[in-house]
């Protein structure tokens, strides 16, 4: 890995600035007991690990008391960076907070950039690279789904996966160089063995590079666009499945101009609601620019809720809907609205659909069993696995061993001498390795932890 460990002691504060109960100061680095030795109020000839001190903290030039709190200091390599670590807990307060590390920063210390403290973990062997990136999405998750994976990952069950694929893998190469370097001591490798070592390594990362739709879906929330004629019930929709007002609803014809957004968590997935200006032909500028942003927005969502109104007959508007979702490969749920109305549209249009609901918005009628056939598609048989590729590095590394396998299996196929494998056999393992983070440079680790907040 062409990546230097720094040896700067750096800190940070490491909790939301704000006024609350307790504020959090992190140090890391050579230089923590020389500093803490300075700052603290009461003189200590050594700290002892992982032991809370309560003591004044001071500026060692003027001997102002800047606050008063705990003291935790942790010895590398035990500790979260594996370097001398310290936390100050004190009030936190802005005012306190900066001043305490401006001090620090007086006395040597630098100030930490996004994500610092863990890129650190990561260069002094602490943690892998799969659980570096599990930390800042562990930090960002906002469902249950999420949070359950970044666990998973921060616990290193990613890597156990990719370190179980590497292993026969290497174990191969370094028979088949064996074998060419010492071609009396060494047999040829056993091609039948080989290809099926290779096939199931290959079966594996198929697997893994399937969950992504639903990696993404974890990680960024699934975008669900409602769109329909204007006074459907769209807004009505919006309004009852978040259960507060969000939209605002007329029976005037096109209320909605832009398109209205927010998030609504569900069965421990985060769907993006979209609602839509009603599509139609404009009879204003405004209204003619939302329905245009509902035409390219389609394009980006990952399923559409197509709402339609029973209390009024299949019209010319209703088939041009149904004319333009027709031609979308996408998931598609039909709500059949005003149920609790008389109807005039006896047979729903034909449609190859996620789901045909008949719904109130009204009364509520449908929108449970609506709820529930979302979540049944989108949990689908990755929602029970842990492994899951929520990131575009992630998916690359996999596309990549992927590819020089089905290479390698092709050259096994055609008979190719045995050091014909060596190149894909070498670009399998480096595509791992470099998903864990054993063979990175340094461009592509600082954009992986400038995702992370100042003080982690």
Request: net charge negative; glycine share 6%; proline share 4%.
């Amino acid at each position: 890995m062409n990546v230097e460990v720094k040896h700067s002691t750096i800190a940070a504060i490491a909790t939301p600035m704000g006024r609350a109960g307790v504020g959090v100061i992190r140090v890391s680095g050579p230089l923590v007991q020389t500093v803490l030795k300075q700052i603290m109020s009461k003189a200590r000839p050594t700290l002892k690990p992982r032991f809370a001190y309560f003591s004044n903290l001071i500026n060692p030039k003027s001997q102002h008391v800047l606050d008063e709190g705990l003291v935790l200091y942790f010895k590398g390599p035990h500790s979260y960076t594996g370097e001398d670590v310290a936390e100050l807990q004190v009030h936190s307060n802005p005012l306190v907070l900066k001043s305490i590390l401006n001090v620090l920063l007086e006395l040597g210390v630098e100030l930490a950039g996004p994500g610092d403290f863990t890129k650190r973990a990561f260069l002094n062997g602490k943690i892998d690279l799969t659980k570096a990136e599990a930390v800042i999405d562990l930090i960002d998750c906002k469902t249950q789904a999420a949070q359950h994976v970044a666990l998973s990952q921060l616990q290193g069950q990613l890597f156990k996966h990719i370190e179980g694929l590497k292993t026969p893998l290497l174990e191969a190469l370094e028979h088949i160089e064996g074998s060419i370097n010492f071609p009396d001591e060494i047999d040829p490798i056993n091609r039948t063995e080989f290809k099926t070592t290779l096939t199931h390594c290959l079966t594996d990362i198929t697997q893994l590079i399937n969950t992504q739709d639903y990696g993404k879906h974890i990680s960024g929330g699934i975008k669900l666009l409602i769109v329909g004629k204007p006074n459907v019930g769209k807004s009505s929709l919006l309004n009852a499945l978040l259960g507060e007002d969000r939209a605002l609803v007329s029976a005037e014809a096109g209320t909605t101009r832009d398109f209205i957004d927010a998030d609504w968590e569900l069965g421990g997935l985060l769907f993006r609601l979209m609602d839509t200006a009603g599509l139609r032909k404009a009879t204003d500028t405004i209204e003619h620019m939302g329905i245009q942003k509902v035409a390219d927005l389609l394009n980006q969502t990952d399923a559409i809720v197509w709402v339609l109104d029973t209390s009024r007959e299949f019209d010319t508007e209703d088939q041009s809907i149904l004319n333009t979702l027709s031609a979308l490969k996408k998931p598609i749920f039909v709500l059949a609205n005003k149920t609790d109305c008389p109807s005039k549209m006896p047979q729903l249009p034909t449609l190859k659909t996620s789901g045909t609901l008949y719904i109130s918005t009204q009364t509520k009628i449908g929108l449970e069993a609506f709820k529930e056939s979302l979540v049944t598609f989108f949990s689908n048989k990755a929602s029970n696995q842990t492994d899951i590729i929520c990131n575009v590095r992630q998916l690359h590394c996999l596309n990549t061993a992927s590819l020089a396998l089905n290479d390698l299996l092709k050259a096994l196929d055609q008979g190719l001498e045995d050091d014909m494998f060596t190149i894909d056999l070498k670009q399998v393992v480096s595509a791992l390795s470099e998903l864990t983070g054993d063979a990175l440079h340094e461009r592509v680790l600082d954009g992986i932890f400038s995702r992370f907040c100042v003080g982690k």
